[in-house]
């Protein structure tokens, strides 16, 4: 009797669990039907993001190229490839989230950097201009090669200003040497009135965004190169900032005042800006060949020494052809 | 008489116990039969959505006018190189008719045809039974332009194809798409 009673106790627990290993595994089902959808769509999730975070290391390393393969992200990883030329860049992210696989190709193309319109070789904006001319500043509106010699392009205003009275206040207020000194359309003292209709503030931003280096204040002396002619860079200067015998080629941008001495010399466009008053000083051999461009509600300018501020045609060009943006257009996006 | 009392004790608590087993498995049978539609639901719910989701993105892939053409709320055609092959492939979606179903139990099932470059493809219904597009702009309220979409929802009704208990339970599955390329 007692081990029939056991008999039919163990078939009727077997019987049982049967049953509940089957409706268990409807269950089951169920939530792998659920995961799945999870882990594709996080698959994708990851694979995307793989994009943005290389297009973003793409706009600081505006070089990056090659197979970056094994990168963690929200629990899975992604293998990602970028190859081709800035005009068409080609970027292939494969993710994966726990066997689920994802790809994503996204054709880009970087985007050209966006050069202001150089107006002349020294141009003021501001409601009050203060200006200390000495020793043998020459600001030449003429075009001039970046060898020194003369360009062949139109001749711009030595110097540029917003409005008559401003060009009458500089006019006014510097002595004949430095008066015959400025030089460029018109002939000496090559002082006009420029049509200019650049947001520069917004420019600015635009070059900061793009900026290859960025310096904060300090003085910054022999053998600092912000970039040669050969491989020009955008340089944004966040601060008041002392150049010492330094050179440098592409842009930059000074976001407050500034000191050039020694045997300064950059090749390209220098912008100083800032939201109420800016300086900028001169000592010694400086030159900025390309164009020189002072914005701020009060601008000062004082000058000893040889400073030079030439108009270069082929120095505004040269940052034009070799300069890359940190925009990226998408051409397309397969997900 | 003790054994004739232990027999009959004995039949009865073993009739109870098999009348129990019986009902038991009625009751697990019914409960596998339910839980074998909800997971058919779910599995034909998901594998719906996951056609519209891997098409809809691809929308305007590699195209580069307006690619929607047709934008209806039951009705989306669209260009895309929708198999990444380099030719452009001009897709679309729209929902039959109940009486085109008519081979399944559920009288109320569609079928989500989709034609790419003129080739028809109908398959199972899948227990669809109703689909609703919507085009969303950049602040993601309903336009009526194509070149302003940059969002489309899209909501599908699914049903079990086969009656439980006397009705049919649903599911209801929606997503917003973004496509990249538009």
Redesign the interface.
């Known amino acids: 009797m007692g081990k029939g009673i056991l008999i039919?106790v163990v078939g009727?627990s077997a019987?049982?669990s049967l049953?509940i290993v089957?409706?268990n595994a409807?269950?089951n089902?169920?939530l792998d039907?659920?995961i799945?959808?999870y882990k594709?769509t996080q698959a994708r999730l990851i694979s995307n993001s793989g994009v943005e975070v290389y297009l973003e290391k793409m706009r600081r390393d505006k070089t990056l190229h090659g197979n970056f393969p094994n990168n963690v992200l929200l629990s899975g990883k992604y293998d990602l490839s970028i190859s081709g030329p800035d005009t068409n860049l080609v970027i292939i992210s494969v993710a994966d989230f726990n066997n689920k696989m994802h790809t994503s190709?996204v054709n880009a193309k970087r985007e050209p950097i966006k050069m202001p319109g150089v107006n002349s070789a020294l141009y003021i904006s501001s409601n009050t201009i203060s200006l200390h001319l000495n020793g043998n500043v020459d600001i030449n509106g003429n075009d001039h090669k970046i060898s020194g010699g003369a360009g062949t392009h139109s001749p711009l205003p030595g110097i540029g200003v917003d409005d008559v009275t401003d060009s009458a206040y500089v006019i006014n207020n510097i002595k004949s040497k430095i008066s015959n000194a400025i030089q460029g359309y018109g002939g000496a003292p090559s002082v006009y009135t420029v049509p200019d209709t650049i947001d520069w503030l917004g420019l600015s931003e635009e070059f900061i965004f793009s900026a290859d280096t960025v310096l904060t204040t300090g003085t910054y002396s022999s053998g600092s190169v912000f970039g040669t002619t050969l491989d020009p860079i955008i340089t944004y200067c966040n601060g008041d900032v002392d150049f010492t015998d330094a050179t440098g080629a592409g842009i930059m941008v000074i976001n407050g005042n500034v000191n050039l001495s020694g045997n300064f010399d950059y090749y390209g466009i220098v912008i100083v800006y800032g939201q109420s008053s800016i300086r900028c000083q001169t000592i010694g051999n400086n030159g900025i060949y390309g164009g020189t461009i002072l914005v701020g509600d009060s601008v000062s300018v004082e000058s000893q020494g040889n400073a030079k501020f030439y108009y270069s045609w082929e120095a505004v060009n040269l940052c034009q052809l070799n300069l890359k943006s940190s925009r990226f257009k998408?051409l397309?996006?397969?997900? | 008489m003790n054994v004739v009392l232990d027999l009959l004790g004995a039949s009865l608590v073993g009739g109870i116990v098999l009348l129990l087993i019986v009902n038991l498995n009625a009751y697990s049978t019914e409960t596998k039969y339910a839980a074998d539609a909800d997971l058919r639901l779910q599995q034909n719910a998901k594998t719906l959505a996951e056609i519209l989701n891997d098409d809809l993105r691809k929308i305007g892939y590699r195209y580069s006018g307006t690619a929607i053409t047709q934008m209806l709320e039951k009705r989306i055609s669209f260009y895309g190189d929708i198999n990444n092959d380099g030719s452009m492939d001009q897709v679309t979606y729209f929902l039959g008719s109940k009486e085109a179903a008519g081979s399944t139990p559920n009288p109320n099932d569609r079928v989500l045809y989709r034609v790419v470059n003129n080739d028809t493809i109908g398959g199972p219904t899948l227990g669809l039974t109703e689909l609703k597009l919507s085009y969303l702009n950049s602040n993601e309220q309903v336009t009526a332009y194509a070149d302003s979409i940059c969002y489309i929802k899209a909501e599908i009704w699914v049903e079990t194809l086969e009656p439980v208990g006397g009705e049919y339970p649903f599911t209801y599955w929606e997503m917003t798409i973004n496509p990249r390329n538009i």
């Not at chain 1, 397309?332 to 997900?335: A, I």
Request: hydrophobic residues 55%; negative net charge; glycine residues 0%.
């Open positions: 039919l009727l019987l049982i049953l089957n409706l409807d269950t089902s169920s039907t659920t799945d959808m594709a190709i998408i397309s996006w397969l997900e």
